[in-house]
């Protein structure tokens, strides 16, 4: 199974960002999907998961509100829209997919088992 995240960059506070992230190997459309992210000497956190529908959605506290994740079964993709972005956001950031088929997806790391490489976002002030 791979994942390739895309679409980091450096961009001004209050702009926008969005990241893909394109899987093979796995039924896609099959699974929850996750976005975590990790700023230097910080531990990785949560921040946004899909269900395998899509039809539920979850974010962390620190986003709701400003980012949206979405997925595109047909292209075995999953998206991160990030806008209003924050220099807090500054961050890697890691798409991951769940490791049980049929689940709503958590905001819990070790329920991932597959993860992209991650794409680096830099929010300057």
């Known amino acids: 199974v791979q994942l390739q995240a895309c679409g980091g960059g450096l961009v001004q506070a209050g702009g926008s960002l969005r990241l893909s992230c394109a899987t093979s190997?796995?039924?896609?459309?099959?699974?929850?999907m996750g976005w975590f992210r990790q700023a230097p000497g910080k531990e990785r956190e949560f921040v946004a998961a899909?269900?395998?529908?899509?039809?539920?959605?979850y974010y962390a506290d620190s986003v709701k509100g400003r980012f949206t994740i979405s997925r595109d079964n047909a292209k075995n993709t999953v998206y991160l829209q990030m806008d209003s972005l924050k220099p807090e956001d500054t961050a890697v950031y890691y798409c991951?997919?769940?490791?049980?088929?049929?689940?709503?997806?958590?905001?819990?790391?070790?329920?991932?088992?597959?993860w992209g490489q991650g794409t680096l976002v830099t929010v300057s002030s």
């Open positions: 991951a997919t769940y490791s049980t088929p049929f689940s709503t997806g958590n905001p819990y790391p070790g329920g991932y088992d597959y």
């Open positions: 899909i269900s395998w529908t899509g039809g539920n959605t």
């Open positions: 190997g796995r039924t896609f459309s099959r699974y929850a």
